[in-house]
DNA sequence: GCGACAG
DNA sequence: ATCTTGTCGC
């Protein structure tokens, strides 16, 4: 009578780098479990988008983690759960995920539902060796993943055309003439306002990581799902 | 060596 | 991420 949602990723949980190192190798071995060949669910479709963000507080050395469900078509909440734990890695640009996943990941397993998509704060494959917070998540837990980030790290791209909707493609900086390869999109959620920068975790296509953030954020820069559970983590972490 | 860099 | 006041605008 387990009704949370289970992962096969105790291994990997067991075995979490400590060092920087380590961690690097980590991504290029789990680097190969991404599933870039499915489209993921549709632009529509029925079920449940899981926005997970967290929340630090450097002073007491805690964090705290949200996951919100909300429902794919009306952005209803359906579902929320968070997780507080202990900070157990050094921001490192390029090492997020080791930083944020095991919180991120207690909170996701108490929800009372299995996500149907879960979309990350930062990026997927728009990483230097190709494995963000987002594919990362996808490759542990195996469910579709997208990341949407604020800023483009370390890519570079054209703005996109002023209207909501309008894309640019996210290029790696150190692309050559002519051989530049689309790692993400920059994509424009509302009118006038600076995009927001998407690229694919795993098991969706680009296409359909931008429809959904499109869809998500009709209100605001940021998809509801973002917001959410940057509302829910920093509530968590107050009262921790 | 220097600069830059998701959250 | 986080530290932080007022202020411009719908």
Known sequence: MDTHPTFSCADELRHWPTDETRARAVQDRLRTCVRLDESGPPPGFAGTVVGVDVAYDDARNVVAAAAVALDAQTLAVVDEATAVGEVSFPYVPGLLAFREIPTVLDALTRLTRTPDLVVCDGYGLAHPRRFGLA???????????????KNPFTFRYEPP?????????????????????EVGRALRTQKGVKPVFVSV????????????????????????????ADSLCRRALARA
């Open 135 to 149: 594919s990362h998540l996808g490759v542990l837990t195996g469910l579709p993943t997208i990341g949407v980030a």
């Open 161 to 181: 055309g002023p209207e909501r909707g309008a894309t640019s493609p996210l290029l790696d900086r150190d692309g050559v003439e002519g051989v530049d390869e």
């Open 201 to 228: 975790g795993h098991r969706v296509g680009l296409d359909q990581a931008c429809a959904h953030t499109l869809h998500l954020a009709a209100a605001y820069r940021l998809p509801e799902t973002t917001r959410a």
